[in-house]
């Protein structure tokens, strides 16, 4: 697994600053002298470590155990610190987000060793596909590609090793080939951008495979989303023909959803710049004027 990046510091003056504090600044904050140098301090890390699972497991059991039930029962310290690596990545410190998933991750892996594929039971698997995948979230935001991709294909692996997989298994294991697939489009790998969005395709037939009702409403338009994604690609890719199939079999799913069911906002505004990109694949080439 790729390392983390460190999120305490000492400053050449000596003093120390989590990551995200002193990223932006060129003085430090105490002393105002001049920043020449960072260096990661493991020591403060662990500290801040041991502070944080004492405070957060150890003297407030009841609500580490809520966090837990809230993630399918998860082990109590891997909840805590996959829910604080959460907070940490919402609140935009991604270094100390990544740390603490990155523990939880390890909590996670102690308790499922030893287990052979039979033995992991789906909740375990959605667990650490959903903590590699955070990860992965963070590698981006820190600018490391390559290890983002790793945190993404490791998610992918768990979960498809869950033995009893459900709507949730097929939903998380869409989103990790589509994220990988967003990963390699923005550093422009097309060809394996594009297998990886074919993939969520299948992974997303399969959990659309219900009839259309109320409850699968999510489910097909989920699955418009990523046909489109594949036809943008395949147009990039010069198959147009290919591209027109793909998005006509996209806005087919898409005009069954809104003539049968009035989509709530978010849905419809997803919805409706769905059928812009659907619209730009299969708009027909601009003719070619000729000198005559």
């Keep these: 697994m790729a390392p983390g990046i460190p999120s ?3 400053l050449n003056c000596g003093h120390k600053f989590c990551q995200a504090c002193v990223a932006p600044c060129q003085d430090c904050l105490l002393c105002g002298e001049d920043i020449t140098s960072r260096e990661s301090d493991i020591e403060l890390q662990g500290s801040v470590d041991a502070y944080m699972e004492a405070a957060g497991v150890c003297s407030r059991p009841g609500q580490a155990a809520e966090a ?4 399918g029962g998860m082990d109590l310290k891997a909840a805590f610190w996959l829910q604080e690596g959460l907070r940490s990545l919402a609140g935009g410190n991604p270094a100390a987000a990544l740390h603490r998933l990155l523990i939880s991750h390890k909590q996670l892996e102690e308790l499922t060793a030893g ?6 039971r789906t909740a375990e ?13 963070c590698c981006q935001q820190l600018g490391r590609p390559e290890a983002a991709a790793g945190h993404y294909e490791a998610s992918a692996a768990h979960l ?3 033995p009893d997989p459900d709507q949730e298994v097929f939903q998380a294991l869409a989103v990790s080939n589509s994220k990988l697939g967003d990963l390699h489009y923005t550093y ?10 074919q993939a969520a395709v299948q992974i997303r037939q399969q959990a659309a495979s219900n009839p259309l009702t109320q409850d699968t409403v999510q489910q097909h338009l989920n699955l418009a989303m990523s046909l489109a994604k594949v036809a943008d690609l395949e147009q990039a890719l010069g198959s147009q023909t290919g591209a027109a199939s793909t998005a006509h079999r996209a806005q087919q799913e898409l005009d069954e959803l809104t003539a049968r069911f009035e989509l709530p906002p978010v849905m419809h505004a997803k919805a409706e710049k769905l059928r812009s990109v659907i619209a730009t694949v299969l708009k027909p ?5 000729q000198q005559i």
């Design 160 to 162: 498809m090793a869950c």
């Design 115 to 120: 287990k052979g594929r039979g033995e992991t």
């Design 68 to 71: 837990a039930e809230r993630v």
């Design 188 to 197: 422009g790998h097309l060809e394996p951008a594009l297998g990886c969005y």
């Design 8 to 10: 305490q510091f000492r």
């Design 125 to 137: 698997a959605v667990q650490l596909g959903a903590v590699r995948g955070a990860c992965g979230e």
């Design 285 to 289: 080439p601009s003719a070619v004027s």
